[in-house]
């Protein structure tokens, strides 16, 4: 594959884990790394505690099958956090001045609105539209994921990104602006329906179980990090900014 084409490929946690790219073999043990959350180790092998509760669960132990671990996840989630995950919301950016008298402005996302969507709402799947270098792209992704880390269950964000594209977008704000999350951003529909008992929750479940599958496939839960060495022998098109 093409660095290009890679290029144009670029999702999930700023695309490829890194221990899905330096593990030497896929029978050893995935390269594990939290960034504020504890590490588990046990018979030689290490585990992220994602829900910090101090011992090994299902869903945190990476031998288990990807079904297994969501099976296990899923009983773990509530209404909420089951109607947030079906939810793919556009990330919500601010714009700063590079330095002052400098007209060109540079984007970066808003991580306290990102925050309240992660902790409140539950959504952990988003799309971006900001252009940058692959090693700066990087480090704004590596930013959402610590907020992933840091939530109840330490479930890990997909971003999903194509510059390209028209996608519709949460307004941007100003660097001390508040912005206000709409309905149309949140799984409250979702949420009503579910408590009303016009949706049944295990149809819910039947549509969040593929989704989580596709993340523990992915890697995503033992390392969301991305690669350094992956971003940066990434070819950018004329588009990806500096």
């Known amino acids: 594959m093409s660095n290009s084409r890679l290029s144009s490929i670029w999702l999930i946690g700023v695309a490829i884990p890194a221990g899905l790219l330096l593990a030497p073999s896929i029978k050893a ?11 588990l180790t046990l018979d030689g092998h290490r585990f992220r505690d994602l829900d910090r509760n101090g011992r090994l669960d299902a869903y945190e132990d990476w031998r288990l099958s990807p079904e297994r671990r969501t099976d296990d996840l899923l009983g773990r989630m509530t209404l909420t956090e089951k109607a947030g995950t079906m939810l793919h919301v556009a990330l ?16 970066r ?4 609105r990102v925050t309240t969507m992660v902790r ?3 959504i952990t799947s988003f799309g971006s539209r900001i252009a940058l270098s692959p090693r700066r792209f990087a480090e704004q992704n590596a930013a959402l994921q610590t907020i992933g880390e840091s939530s109840r269950l330490g479930i890990p964000i ?26 149309g951003d949140t799984p409250a ?15 819910i ?3 969040v179980r593929p989704i989580m599958i596709a993340k523990f496939v992915s890697g995503l839960f033992e390392n969301p990090y991305a690669a350094p060495v992956a971003a940066q022998a990434t070819r950018c098109r004329s588009n990806c900014g500096t």
């Open 29 to 39: 043990d995935p390269q594990v790394e939290s960034r504020s959350g504890p590490i």
């Open 120 to 122: 409140l709402h539950g």
């Open 92 to 107: 919500p950016t601010i714009e700063t001045a590079a330095s002052p008298g400098i007209g060109r402005t540079f984007e």
């Open 205 to 207: 479940d039947a549509s």
């Open 158 to 183: 997909t971003i999903a990104t194509d510059p390209d594209k028209e996608m519709r977008v949460a307004p941007r704000v100003k660097t001390n602006g508040r912005g206000r999350i709409g309905d």
């Open 109 to 112: 996302y808003d991580l306290a």
């Open 189 to 203: 529909p979702i949420i009503a329906a579910g408590r009303a008992g016009r949706v049944a929750e295990a149809r």
